[in-house]
């Protein structure tokens, strides 16, 4: 339909100036129709980006082709061809629209396409009025020439203006987009990578345990099965959470407002993660313990973390200690295991694990360490109670 309208808008504008060269003549009709024609095809064409076609490409190609026609008949009207009265309000149509050309150009056009048309129709915009009103002296032609190539250049540099401000745009969207894949991907690696963990380790037990003990294999297949219905619990609510325009479902973290309170999902984890191996889970955590829901995600999410790299990188590990506890304004959370580790330092997978889950906790204004202590390995993060977002 957008097509439809430009070429019939393209054949308006010639039928209209054939009406006219009767009586203006072709040196006058001619280029204007041309460079009204141009206007109407960029008006009709798509800004770059919105489409990747012809469109952007065929501006600078059809304004240049307005040039030249004005050009030459610029030339003709010089060597002395006449023109009706009335020509000069045509001329003045005729620059005028040039300048919007240039501003179009500048704005939508690749840069050398667009340097390549603009010259040209520069040109034309600055000359078209010495067909109408010969110069007494090169002084004065300069002048006039000067006076209209000031209107392209204003109309060009609004043109950058603007594309600038639309690159700009373009850039905010697209690191938006960054961001939110990233936090997807921290999401899904913090989440799901836990679960799949708890799996791997239950599945691993139940295969020693099934030969000698077939009902403890069949607890290992039943935590196995409830591990992966958590993981793909936790798909659907990132794929909600993607779906979400108002931002009900899920808050930044991930975090569900109808989850269980932190205590009780800590108490839940740790649980499982003894029944998974040889190491025993010791919680610690302060009497009625009640953290915004922001907070709860966080600390979970870094208990999460720990334990999925003390089973992959300690799996020797026989003791592990979790604690919780509120102080000074923050809730401290850490998580201490008696194994030997060096692979939780690195994070290891593009920026996920300990630095992604640092620079999350990072942005809401608290601070997360991990390193060797005597005996072992601690990770600890305070993560403040008020809302206080570093980063967007």
């Keep these: 339909m957008r097509e439809s309208m430009r070429w019939y808008g393209v054949g308006a504008v010639v039928l209209a100036a054939a009406c006219g060269v009767p009586r203006y003549g072709v040196a006058v009709m001619a280029p204007l129709a041309a460079v009204v024609a141009a206007l109407v095809w960029a008006v009709g064409t798509r800004p770059a980006g919105a489409r990747q076609g012809r469109g952007p490409v ?3 190609v059809v304004t240049a082709g307005a040039a030249a026609v004005s050009l030459g008949a610029t030339l003709v009207q010089l060597t002395g061809g006449g023109a009706g009265p009335g020509a000069d309000a045509w001329g003045l149509a005729e620059g005028l629209t040039f300048i ?32 109408f009103y010969p110069p007494v002296s090169a002084l004065e032609a300069v002048g006039i020439c000067a006076f209209w ?16 401000l639309d690159e700009r ?18 999401d899904l690696h913090d ?22 003990d077939p009902a403890q294999a069949m607890l290992a297949l039943r935590r196995v099965e409830e591990a992966g219905q958590r993981a793909m619990a936790t798909l659907d609510r990132t794929v909600l ?35 998974a191996g040889p190491a025993r889970v010791h919680l610690s955590v302060d009497d009625g313990l009640d953290v915004p829901g922001r907070v709860s995600a966080t600390a979970y999410r870094v208990v999460a973390e720990a334990l999925t790299n003390v089973r992959r990188h300690a799996p020797g590990a ?5 604690s919780a506890a509120t102080r000074a304004g923050a809730l401290q959370v850490t998580v201490e295991n008696d194994g030997v580790t060096g692979g939780e330092t690195s994070g290891g997978r593009g920026g996920f694990g300990l630095p992604g889950l640092a620079e999350h906790v990072e942005s809401l204004g608290g601070d997360l360490s991990a390193g060797p202590v005597p005996g072992g390995w601690r990770l600890s993060a305070r993560i403040p109670l008020a809302r206080k977002v570093l980063t967007p």
């Design 318 to 322: 026989a003791r592990v200690e979790i």
């Design 241 to 275: 959470h993607l779906n979400d325009e108002d931002g009900d479902a899920w808050d930044e973290t991930g975090h569900d407002d109808h989850e269980p309170a932190l205590a009780a999902r800590l108490s839940d984890m740790a649980t499982r993660y003894s029944s």
């Design 58 to 60: 065929r501006l600078p």
């Design 100 to 131: 919007a050309l240039a501003g179009l150009l500048a704005r939508r056009s690749p840069v050398r396409q667009a340097v390549a048309a603009g010259v040209p129709a520069g040109i034309a915009a600055s000359t078209w009025m010495l067909r």
């Design 191 to 212: 989440f799901v990578a836990h679960d799949v963990s708890e799996m791997l380790a239950q599945a691993q037990a139940g295969q020693v345990a099934g030969a000698a």
């Design 149 to 164: 190539f000031a209107g392209v250049l204003c109309a060009a540099g609004v043109g950058i203006y603007l594309r600038a």
């Design 169 to 186: 745009r373009a850039a905010a969207v697209a690191a938006a987009r960054e961001t939110q894949r990233r936090r997807l991907a921290r």
